[in-house]
């Protein structure tokens, strides 16, 4: 202690003592990658989840059109940027050639 105030501790030292005491460390939240990826989970819902509720009523090639979209936006602030947004670009000219061509 000096000047009557006790020395600043760092993360380790603070664990050493908490298990000393028969107590566990605060647990990190685990990322999973494969089922929730960080990506998809920033907003109120679930980006498949909306995908899943917004194509319910499409066809095969225009609910994966239009899942791909929602996908690309989605994700673009979190994950690829501009990259992102041509990539949903890309599909929704795609989609507008389905539609066009039926």
């Known amino acids: ?51 899943m509720d917004v194509t319910q009523h499409l066809g095969g090639r225009e609910g994966y059109l239009v899942g791909n979209i929602i996908k690309y936006l989605s994700r673009y602030y979190f994950k690829n940027g501009i990259e992102d947004i041509k990539k949903a670009q890309w599909y929704l000219n795609k989609l507008l050639e389905v539609i066009k061509s039926e």
């Open 1 to 51: 202690m000096q000047n009557g105030k006790e020395p600043i501790k760092n993360k380790k030292q603070v664990v050493r003592e908490l298990m000393g005491k028969g107590l566990s460390a605060p647990q990190e939240k685990e990322v999973d990658m494969v089922n929730h990826p960080p990506h998809y989970t920033k907003g109120k819902y679930e980006t498949i989840d909306v995908i």
